[in-house]
């Protein structure tokens, strides 16, 4: 494991009498779930050896001290929902004592959604260094399943979606949410508007970290599109909770506090999405504009089937109700 007791405590301070062990299992899930997925099977396998064995270099030592901040609040935030309660012989019980007791459930649910927020904006900061000193420490992870990942779609951090969508304020729990949304825009509405060997010459350059300026000078359109048509999608969705008791409606409600959150109702939610999905829809007509304006300079474009010089206003339609982006 990537994180030990005096390092968790150096990060997270404890009480003195916690017993770490409990958090061993939530601190490997967390590993496993997001650290290694980052670093690649490789890379994490050398930090994972040189870390036990006390034996990292000066550059491992560096990249560890972005990893074990993400890896302290992101175990954490996965044991705080079990933390103060144990099974025991009269089942399900809550723990507490004389000298203390449990906090409340809104103290309880601030302290995980700060441990959340904290452990997944470190993943960013985690991903930011790496990407930062690859090319001179850690050349192999450039063409790992881990850097892959990390470059995997049009736009790649959450500070670069929250250019695009304020709303999203750099959260990196609320971007991981949105990549999968984001990855099916890209996949099913772009090729239909640049074309499939121009979208597919973009993507190896971004995931290359290579683009070349001609185009770079395409990416405003597509980044913009790509936001909002996934915060269009997802708007809906994200006050949908799917269990094996069906679909629920979110809604928060503690006792002892004055505070709630009440999901938005339909009818705004339907407006938001609509906005958001009529920018995607202009800057995807504007991408297009500028193709046709310098199609000399893009000849992947003109020849992959969605150029047509006799067209002057394309036509590329949409189920209104899908909740996912077209150009008109």
Known sequence: MLINETDFKAELPIASNFNF???SADLRRAELNYIKPILGVDLHSILDGAYADDTLTDEQEALMAYVKPALAHLGMWLYVPKGNVYVGDQGLQSAFSNDSKPAFEWQK???ENSM???GFDALDELIAYLESVANVDFADWLTSEGCTLVRSNIVNTAKAYTEQ???LRGSRYLFAYLRPIMSRIERDKLPAVIGKDLYNELKAEIAADDVSELN???LPYLE??????SWASALIELSLQVDGEGVHVLNSTFAGTTRGKQPADFQRLQLMRDEHNAIADQNLKSLYDYLVTNVA????FESGGTYDAEDTDPQFENDADSGVVALF
């Open 165 to 167: 969508i304020p709303k």
């Open 109 to 111: 649910q601030d302290f």
């Open 116 to 118: 959340r927020d904290n």
């Open 297 to 300: 300079d893009y000849p992947l």
């Open 21 to 23: 062990d409990k958090l």
């Open 224 to 229: 913009a599109a790509v936001c909002h048509a």
């Open 216 to 218: 770079a000078a395409l």
